[in-house]
Nanobody, 121 residues
Framework: QVQLVESGGGVVQAGGSLRLSCAASGRIFSINAMDWYRQAPGKERELVATITGGGRTDYADSVKGRLTISRDNAKNTVYLQMNSLEPEDTAVYYC???????????????WGQGTQVTVSS
């Protein structure tokens, strides 16, 4: 019913930048919070940044001042601008959204397939 498709991952040198995108499609009535998570090898998945439907944002302490989350409600898309990247940012980045579909009134969590970000030193 709903798909989240991520793009923009890749390999970058330390200090470089990347921009991730995640587009939601399908039978969408409304999108509440949208988030970016990441999971590094051997570590648990962690919340990186979140943005509410009203545009309020919050970040993990480790990325504050370097990563910026934004969204385009007309395109059902969330972005993650990543600057001053560090090797510690290497991980698979996952998009997450809490969505009410046109089929079922209950809000449901959806996940993207993940996109690899590798930062070389």
């Amino acid at each position: 019913q709903v798909q989240l498709v991520e793009s923009g991952g890749g390999v970058v040198q330390a200090g470089g930048s990347l921009r991730l995108s995640c587009a939601a499609s399908g039978r969408i009535f409304s999108i509440n919070a949208m988030d970016w998570y990441r999971q590094a090898p051997g570590k648990e998945r962690e919340l990186v940044a979140t943005i509410t439907g009203g545009g309020r944002t919050d970040y993990a302490d480790s990325v504050k001042g370097r990563l910026t989350i934004s969204r385009d409600n007309a395109k059902n898309t969330v972005y993650l601008q990543m600057n001053s990247l560090e090797p510690e940012d290497t991980a698979v980045y996952y998009c997450h959204a809490n969505i009410q579909t046109t089929v079922w009134p209950k809000n449901t969590d959806y996940w993207g397939q993940g996109t690899q970000v590798t930062v070389s030193s």
